[in-house]
């Protein structure tokens, strides 16, 4: 077995491979065991206050003596995230000049989607991230892709129903390549016959996936009515409850916390803990409740240990969720704790 040394954090180097499980002084992981480490990683570390890490001794692990063609995992998913969504751009593009897309390109990017189930946590700090306004609808989609099949996971669907609900996050907003695109990027609140307009897309977007051979059922359902609402004050149908499929009710969830956590052309981008604090309190009688709350039980756990900036300008770390309010966690700032749903005044403006 390679020998395993602890250097100094400042003595680290990329494609340097951990020995041990790096965690935070409260238990959440920072970086996992067998982690090729780059520079933005060993930047996270220092950020954390990590002082000495164990390593494999240089030159006896693969990634260390193959050289600088080494990447991390973090590198690879961001890679492949951004392949996906080159070739995402190119269906809408092919849509958007009247060409007819098959239904294999689509599983095509749903495969490398799904490969990814694993890698929860790149998933998730790739969803949060800074994105392009004008390329908002291409990175949407495969967030929501990426979200859905979470989120399937969490419900314990089968394997085969997830893959399915992977392209059904792909295809949700396909139909706003059939809405002027002066209404897609406007900077500011549309009129009441512009949004007539954009709410067509959900049905514009059913009847161009009509015409992909082989289709799954559910992935036009879910196309068509995932702006339904479990009061029936959604569209097109105006469907209530159990008249909405669950594919719609997963995509709903996923895609409200992905449009409400990115920069749009009339917003800036709220934190996920005020997302959480908004999906909890607010959209109760929206969304469906089971849906809603397996999301945020699970995906708010990945913020522990999340170094975050205070509406006061004082830095603090994650370090405990409330399961009764998602969106005011435990912070430590310096050598004092703080629980968000006792102190007022205190909030959470950015995330690092």
Not at 106 to 133: F, L, M, P
Not at 152 to 169: I, S, Y
Not at 172 to 184: F, M, N, Q, T
């Amino acid at each position: 077995m390679s020998r395993k040394i602890k250097i100094d954090i400042d003595a680290c180097k990329p494609r340097m491979v951990t020995a041990e499980t790096i965690y935070s002084d409260y238990g959440a992981i920072i970086v996992w065991e067998n982690t090729v480490l780059d520079a933005l990683t060993i930047n996270r570390l220092k950020i954390f206050g990590v002082d000495k890490i164990w390593v494999y001794e240089y030159g006896t692990m693969g990634a260390e003596s193959e050289g600088p063609q080494s990447r991390s995992e973090e590198e690879i998913f961001t890679e492949s995230y951004e392949s996906d969504t080159e070739q995402f751009k190119e269906i809408i593009h092919d849509l958007s000049v009247g060409k007819t897309v098959s239904i294999e390109k689509t599983v095509q990017i749903a495969d490398s989607i799904y490969a990814k189930k694993d890698q929860r946590r790149q998933i998730i700090e790739c969803i949060t991230q800074i994105r392009k306004v004008d390329e908002y609808t291409y990175y949407h989609s495969i967030n929501v892709s990426m979200l859905a099949m979470l989120i399937g996971k969490w419900l314990r669907l089968r394997p085969e129903d997830t893959h399915l609900l992977v392209q059904a996050g792909l295809l949700h907003d396909i139909g706003k390549s059939r809405v002027p695109d002066e209404i897609i990027n406007k900077p500011g609140k549309l009129n009441d016959e512009e949004a007539t307009e954009m709410k067509k897309h959900s049905e514009y977007g059913y009847y161009l996936i009509q015409y992909m051979e082989g289709i799954d059922r559910r992935i036009q359902e879910a196309v068509l009515y995932h702006h339904e609402r479990e009061d029936g004050s959604g569209y097109p149908m105006g469907l209530k409850g159990d008249q909405i499929p669950l594919f719609a009710k997963i995509l709903a969830v996923a895609d409200t916390f992905d449009a409400m956590t990115a920069d749009r052309s009339y917003k800036t981008k709220d934190t996920p803990f005020h997302v959480f604090q908004l999906m909890q309190n607010d959209c109760f009688g929206y969304l469906d409740t089971i849906v809603l709350n397996t999301f945020l039980s699970n995906i708010s756990h990945y913020y522990i240990g999340n170094k975050v900036r205070l509406n006061d300008g004082r830095i603090a770390e994650v370090i405990y969720i409330n399961p009764h309010q998602y969106g005011k966690p435990v912070i430590k700032i310096g050598d004092e704790y703080v629980d968000l749903t006792i102190t007022k005044g205190v909030s959470i403006e950015e995330l690092f």
